[in-house]
C-alpha cells in the first residue's frame, strides 16, 4: 500500500470506517427512485453522513457538485436484471478512467461461486495491479454466488472476503450472514476492512439492526445502496447508519437521532 493509497483511503471512510453508498444501479436496473434525481440524492445522503458515494464513470458530472466535500468510488463493470445473466459482469471503466473522472477510489464486483467466477477473479486482478500502480484503492465487491452456494453462508462469506485480499484489494465489501455471531468468522478470515451490502430495502428498524450486528462482529462499516438512495429520507437513513458505524450508537438511538420512527 502507498502513501497516496491510505490518503485516499481517508477519503472515502473516517478513522477506518466507511459508509459508502452506491448508486451505480442505473446500469442493472434502470433510474428507479432515487436515482432519476442523483444530484438531490447524493446530497442527502453526503448531508446525512455518508463518506463517499458510488457510481459509474458516465454519471461524475453529476456527483462532484453535490457531494458536499465527500469521497468518489468509480464502478469499473456491471450488468442488467434484463439481460441473460445478471452474474455475468462485463468491465465498464478503467483505473484511468476513473482517474480522469475524479475518483478516489475504484470498485469492483466479483461473484465467488458463479461460472463467471475465472473471468472475474482475473479481471480483479487486473484492476489491483493497475490501480497499485496510482495509488489508487481498490473495493473489492465480493459476493458468495452461484449454483449451490448459499449468499449468507459465513464460510462461504469468508471464503470471498479472502479471496479480495489475496487479489490486493484494500477494502472488501460482501453479503451478510444473518447475525453477529456468524459474522465474526467473515471478519476474522482477512485483514481488510469488511463492509457490508445492504441488499433489498427493508425497515428502518431491520436496516439499522443489521447494520449494529455488522460492527458488533468487528466490521468497518457498509457500502450499501437500495436501502439508502430509495428510502423516503435519504439523508435521515445515511445519518442513522453513520450514527451507528461512526458513533457506536444502539439500534434505538440511531432511528431517534436520526428522526425516524422506532417500528415494533
Known sequence: MTVGTDARLDRIGT?????????DHGITIGAVQGLKDIESTIDGVTSGGADAVLTQKGIAPRVHDNKNDKGYIVHLNGSTTIGPDENDKRMTGTVEEAIRAG???VSFHINVGSDHEPDQLTQLSEVTEKADRF???VLAMAYARGPGVDPEDPDALGHAVRLAE?????????????????FQHVVESTRLPVVIAGGSKGTDRETIEMVRGVMDAGGAGVSMGRSIFQHEDPEAIA????????????TEDALAEAGLALEA
Open 15 to 23: 478513522d477506518g470506517s466507511y459508509v459508502i453508498v452506491p448508486m
Open 103 to 105: 475518483a478516489d477510489a
Open 135 to 137: 495509488g489508487m484503492p
Open 166 to 182: 489475496e487479489l490486493g484489494a484494500d477494502i472488501v465489501k460482501t453479503g451478510y450472514s444473518g447475525d453477529a455471531d456468524s
Open 239 to 250: 445519518r442513522a447508519v453513520a450514527g451507528v458505524v461512526h458513533d457506536d450508537l444502539s
